[in-house]
């Protein structure tokens, strides 16, 4: 409730609960008063119905001081519960930072993008020194001078090889199925559905099988690995290590790399058969095709070269999504939501490097002739 005093003070009387349950108050009416014909010589608190209250409390005399001391009406705060005239002195105590409050959607266009661009230098500046690092401390691995625990590096290739065979069965032999029905219902209009083999199995091998098996291990062990070192970056071990005067490229990245890249050709070559098998599903089950036929018909189409092409380009997709894990990871901001945009980040860079690569083999192999 509010009044005036005999003297000409707004008198403010609060009473009942005030709690963030019930929302937060409106200081509407205060305004009101305040700027009223005549002002009030001064703000009041009367508090002696006053029950229960939180920082609801704290906030609407927050509200209160700020609007009065902007038109110069002193607050006397001598009637409010000693608690709350405590929280208050500490509130104010602390100073505002100049730009705690600085607009940023009244930036210009120009200056949106200037930002942007610079962001865009510095992210492309430590992504180079990164690597930098990285191929100076793999420089270092050749000659046994790289120190990591073997047991670690044991453990991540079990994660990265053997527990990623079932997300990777189920997605290529879908894949491998689905490119046999899309060509069967092509090939079908001129009797050549035999060739159905033929293309699953070239396009499983060369180019589909790795390229699935990477964006899968993108968004398994990519993301895995820049939770890990965003998660390591927040409880400061990385720090812990670096003041040991142990690298955390050497004791982290190294073995995120090192098991990734060896184990996917594994996972190309698993991706290729349950690709090869799903097609064969199609071609028995709907073409009318026998299993030898098919087999003999994949034997034939498939060479060596492309069975080796596509566990090279697997070796490369993997180096790719573990630099870009662990670099994330290592960019990641000391707080729960730096870990989970570093994530965010490390599985579309991932992907983005990898079908830049796809992209680049297949331009490079095209000119080889292979």
């Keep these: 409730m509010l009044g005036r005093t005999a003297d000409g003070a707004l008198l403010i009387r609060l009473a009942g609960a005030w709690r963030l349950s019930g929302g937060l108050p409106d200081t509407a009416p205060v305004e009101r008063e305040l700027a009223a014909t005549p002002a009030p010589r001064e703000v009041n608190f009367e508090t002696s119905e006053l ?11 927050l509200r209160v001081t700020e609007r009065s001391r902007g038109r110069g009406i002193d607050v006397d705060r001598s009637g409010l519960p000693a608690g709350a005239q405590r929280l208050l002195t500490l509130a104010e105590a602390v100073a505002e930072k100049e730009d705690a409050r600085a607009a940023q959607a009244d930036a210009s266009l120009l200056e949106r993008i200037g930002s942007r661009t610079i962001s865009a230098g510095t992210s492309l500046t ?35 090889g053997a527990e990623a065979l079932g997300i990777v069965s189920l997605i290529c032999f879908l894949v491998g199925l689905i490119l046999a ?16 083999a033929n293309l699953v199995g070239v396009a499983m091998v060369r180019d589909v099988g ?26 400061q071990e990385i720090d812990a290590l670096t003041t040991m005067g142990i690298s955390p490229l050497e004791f982290l990245v190294v073995p995120r790399i090192v098991a990734l890249a060896s184990m996917m050709p594994l996972l190309c070559l698993y991706a290729d ?3 090869i098998l799903g097609g064969a599903f199609i071609g028995i089950t709907m073409l009318d095709l026998s299993v030898v036929t098919y ?19 697997a070796f490369v997709y993997g180096i790719l999504i573990a630099l870009a894990g662990c670099l994330r990871g290592l960019q990641a901001t000391t707080s729960s939501s730096g870990v989970g945009i570093a994530t965010t980040s490390a599985v579309v860079t991932s992907i983005v490097f990898v079908i830049s690569a796809c992209g680049l083999f297949a331009v490079v192999f095209y000119a080889l002739g292979l």
């Design 51 to 61: 029950e229960e209250w939180d920082s609801a409390l704290v906030t609407f005399l």
């Design 181 to 196: 029905f899309v060509g069967a219902a092509q090939l079908q209009q001129f009797g050549a559905t035999i060739y159905v």
């Design 126 to 160: 430590e992504m180079l020194a990164f690597l930098g690092d990285a191929t100076l401390t793999f420089g270092r691995l050749l000659g046994g001078g790289v120190r990591f625990r073997r047991s670690d590096l044991l453990l991540l290739i079990q994660q990265v």
């Design 273 to 275: 058969f349950l690709g």
């Design 295 to 313: 087999a003999q018909q994949t034997i034939e189409a498939v060479t060596l070269g492309h069975l080796l092409g596509g566990m090279f380009k």
């Design 210 to 235: 790795a390229l699935m098996a990477a964006i899968v291990m993108a968004g398994r062990s990519g993301a895995a690995f820049a939770a890990e070192l965003g998660s390591m970056k927040v409880t």
